[in-house]
């Protein structure tokens, strides 16, 4: 999918340039932070529009954990790599040469810069028309995963109900480099292996573990049951 068409190309060009390329460059102006957090705004509306109108029946506390998992940062990072923005970010030498252009955080920021240089660009309409064939599949993925749910609060007050047991985790591994690792986790349950789940931070990696044991455990109804889907 290729990035948008913009009338005054200089605004992709800022959009597009980190803070540390300007420490190389004095004659720029001006790093893309600004459109960074403009396009955190611009992008938390439409996500909510449109997460409102595709699913009419859903409440309220469903559609706001939805966008949550929609905004985060790896979710952003998914949506710049689609793009391709990694290339043709504008990076100091440094930072490219610390692995900057795969960088999750780093990609997360851009991107979102460049829904702000966008919005500057052509107005809220066109930034819809540009997100949402990103959004929607991914909404359609996160819902089927059920990754917009807290399995891990789901899993410890199951376990402890159930079981009079607390859930522990425990890193299996993290491999690859550091910008690009994937952490591996199992969750435990009396010496007891109930789940792995991988993810590309300990975090999500230990959501997908306690996923995983609520699901062996016969509790998957929990993660369609969650608070605030009622």
């Given at each position: 999918m290729p990035l948008p068409d913009f009338h005054d190309s200089s605004r992709l060009h800022r959009a597009l340039t980190h803070r540390s390329f300007l420490n190389e460059h004095p004659e720029e102006l001006e790093d893309n932070e600004r459109l960074e957090f403009l396009g955190d705004a611009v992008l938390d509306f439409v996500v909510g529009a449109c997460l409102y109108h595709r699913f009419p029946e859903?409440?309220?506390?469903?559609?706001?954990?939805?966008?949550?998992a929609l905004v985060r940062t790896e979710q952003l990072a998914a949506f710049a790599?689609?793009?391709?923005?990694g290339p043709h970010m504008r990076l100091g030498k440094g930072e490219e040469e610390g692995g900057g252009r795969q960088r999750v955080s780093l990609l997360c920021a851009t991107f979102e810069a460049v829904v702000g240089a966008y919005y500057l660009d052509a107005g809220?309409?066109?930034?819809?028309?540009?997100?949402?064939?990103?959004l929607l599949p991914a909404a359609g993925?996160?819902?089927?995963?059920?990754?917009?749910?807290?399995?891990?609060?789901?899993?410890?007050?199951?376990?402890?109900?159930a079981l009079g047991q607390t859930p522990r985790y425990h890193t299996v591994s993290a491999t690859g480099p550091d910008h690009q690792k994937e952490f591996t986790v199992e969750v435990r349950l009396g010496g007891e292996v109930y789940g792995t789940g991988a993810g590309p931070n300990k975090q999500a990696a230990e959501q997908a573990a306690a996923q995983a044991a609520l699901k062996k455990a016969g509790q998957a109804s929990l993660l369609r049951d969650a608070p605030g889907d009622s």
């Open positions: 859903m409440s309220e506390g469903r559609l706001t954990r939805l966008r949550a790599a689609a793009l391709d923005i809220i309409d066109a930034v819809r028309a540009f997100v949402e064939p990103l993925q996160i819902l089927h995963a059920e990754a917009d749910v807290d399995s891990k609060s789901l899993l410890q007050e199951w376990a402890q109900a």
